[in-house]
């Protein structure tokens, strides 16, 4: 299959992208964020929009449903969540090999509770540990407070990575988990997610790119990479 326009891709990918909502053990909101299917009833989001969550919902127009927090791998910020009923197709995972500086990409998820909403940049950098593993995908893609737990994805739709924090201060130097961190805590959860064939990773024509909003926050370093902040939930 070749690249898909922007509006196809955003019309593929947008049903399993939901707004994930929190609220304090004492029921008042707390925070939102984004969150991404990618298995029959399991979605993936940052373990940071979780935090100090006294209950959990996720929510899409005026669908809403309630949400567990399941798998956890907060080392690199992911965590599962179990939303029994849920009815919403899965998000194919991009390979790793797939992968290339210089592709396009386009972020979409909620930022400021802005739901559907899609970004589009360039996959800027791979971003590996001291080991050599792929630790963090760097892209110009602009993602918000409310991006955190949202998708990123190549041009044919397949999930790139979980878009995750920005550099405070900075243009457009953001990051996503890759996915093949998601499909390691599926497995270990028993969940199996799926990973799309390979093909080259081609670009195609998006939107213009809208203004990046600085970020907040702490974060982890990854090697090759400065400090991170949060897209913290708004």
């Known amino acids: 299959r070749s690249a898909k326009l922007p509006e196809a891709l955003f019309d593929r990918v947008t049903p399993s992208i939901w707004i994930v909502g929190t609220a304090g053990r004492d029921g008042k ?3 939102s ?5 990618i298995a029959r009833e399991v979605l993936v989001t940052n373990c940071h929009v979780l935090r100090d969550a006294g209950s959990v919902i996720i929510r899409r127009g005026s669908v809403v449903f309630p949400a567990t927090e399941s798998e956890t791998d907060r080392v690199n910020d992911l965590c599962l969540l179990r939303v029994p009923g849920l009815d919403a197709p899965p998000v ?3 390979p790793e090999a797939s992968l290339r500086p210089g592709m396009r990409v386009y972020a979409v998820g909620a930022p400021r509770r802005l739901e559907q909403t899609i970004s589009d940049g360039l996959l800027s950098g791979l971003r590996r540990d001291a080991s050599g593993k792929l ?5 110009s893609a602009p993602i918000s407070p409310g991006s955190s737990g949202g998708g990123l994805f190549d041009a044919h739709g397949r ?3 979980i878009t995750t924090s920005g550099l405070k201060d900075s243009q457009n130097l953001n990051f996503a988990v890759p996915s093949q ?3 390691a805590l599926g497995r270990r959860a028993g969940v ?3 990973v799309g064939p390979m093909r080259p990773a081609s670009s195609v024509a998006g939107p213009s790119r809208p203004p990046s909003v600085p970020d907040t926050g702490g974060g982890k370093p990854v090697a ?3 400090p991170l902040s949060p897209a913290l939930p708004s």
């Open 29 to 31: 909101p707390l925070a």
């Open 33 to 37: 964020g984004s969150a991404v299917v």
């Open 92 to 94: 194919l995972l991009a």
């Open 135 to 139: 630790a963090m995908v760097q892209t």
């Open 159 to 161: 999930l790139v990575g």
């Open 181 to 183: 961190l998601v499909l």
């Open 192 to 194: 199996e997610a799926t």
């Open 224 to 226: 090759g990479a400065p």
